[in-house]
């Protein structure tokens, strides 16, 4: 085996879907709505009527049952809403509408609550950090800090931008503990001795404003005295065709993986439901896979671990790469020892 060959078995491609923080408690879409818009109405009702009205709009009925409706309906409507007031002149931010902001605030407070402590965190997390390394890039669909709590839980090193030691986490669709640009500090409430904010380092010529994370915020009680629309402005791409504009704020991260596919051994896709409709993420794998080719020395493998057997139809064009095998299972620790045998003798 080459000296290149040899480097590039160390190295290892994670992609992590919702289905990846389940058993730890961290909703999926369907029950995070409903959960969601409980917490909205109950802290700030005037502006959960305006979504609500809206709602009843979308799915032309009154008494919206939120665990009912389709999320990515929603938020399409909302960015259609979004765009009429930026039309009439009326836009409350370059971020967004107040109603999407809300949103986004109310979802991340939410992930936050149900994200488990770093101290109760289920057992297969801690064993699939621990067998991470600094040559491993993860990337991650979900919203949820639990790969960064476990990680900090093991004193292991990650970082946001690519740059310098430690695992390589890169969260396409954001994060709940991010903000675009940092907080105004002269701004009255403004808290940064309770919520300190560091750059990711992602600033470049396409993303002129760096993205801020607080390790506060990964955490629910992080949570409690953050007022929507002020100091916590969670950096996350929600789903709907409003995700065209939304993927623009993390163009980099975006870009930034092409060469983990080309230099990387095998690849794991846990949890991640390649719906139809997803068509950024579905393109993201039609244009990174082809990278990933098959030589019969190096074994390389792609592995999709997910339990709906019909996810397996989603990712067709994947499983046409020669590297590629679909487990229809629930991710399990029997996987974490696999990977770790496999890290052993690439």
């Known amino acids: 085996m080459s000296i290149t060959n040899k480097f590039i078995a160390k190295n290892r491609l994670f992609v992590l879907g919702a289905g990846f ?14 959960l969601t818009m409980k917490k909205f109405a109950a802290e700030c009702p005037g502006l959960f009527e305006r979504v609500n009205n809206y709602a009843e709009v979308c799915f032309r009925r009154e008494g919206i049952v939120y665990s009912d409706i389709n999320f990515s309906d929603l938020c399409t409507f909302l960015e259609y809403v979004e765009l009429r ?3 009439g002149g009326e836009r409350w ?15 991340s407070k939410t992930i936050a609550q149900h994200t488990p402590r770093a101290e109760s965190i289920p057992d297969i997390y801690v064993r699939f950090a621990e067998q991470l390394h600094e040559y491993d890039i993860v990337i991650s669909f979900n919203w949820d800090c639990l790969l960064e709590a476990v990680l900090d839980r093991l004193g292991k090193e990650y970082t946001y931008d690519f740059q310098g030691k430690g695992i390589k986490l890169c969260k396409l ?12 500090k002269n701004r009255p409430k403004y808290s ?3 919520r300190k904010w560091s750059p990711t380092g992602l600033a470049d010529a396409v993303m002129q404003k760096d993205i801020y994370h607080s390790s506060c915020l990964k955490y629910f009680d992080g949570w409690k005295e953050v007022e929507p629309l002020g100091e916590a402005k969670p950096c996350i791409v929600l789903p709907g065709f409003g995700k065209a504009f939304d ?3 993390l163009a980099t991260l975006w870009y930034k993986p092409e060469f983990a596919f080309g230099f990387t051994h095998n690849v794991y896709i846990i949890g991640l439901s390649l719906t139809p409709d997803d068509f950024f993420v579905r393109s993201f794998f039609l244009d990174n896979l082809p990278f990933l080719k098959p030589h019969a020395a190096e074994r390389r493998e792609i592995v999709i671990i997910n339990s709906d057997a019909n996810t397996k139809d989603n990712y067709e064009f994947a499983l046409a790469n020669p590297c590629a095998k679909f487990l229809n299972e629930k991710f399990q ?6 990977m770790a045998e496999q890290l052993k003798n690439p």
Do not use: M
């Open 21 to 34: 923080s389940a058993d730890a408690g961290v909703p999926l879409t369907g029950e995070l709505l409903s």
């Open 85 to 87: 007031e930026y039309a």
């Open 93 to 107: 931010s370059d971020t967004g509408s107040r109603e999407k902001l809300a949103l986004k605030f109310y979802v």
């Open 173 to 184: 669709h954001g994060s709940i503990n991010w903000r675009l640009g940092e907080p105004d």
């Open 192 to 194: 940064s001795n309770i």
């Open 247 to 249: 993927v623009r704020t």
């Open 333 to 338: 620790i029997k996987h974490v020892d696999q």
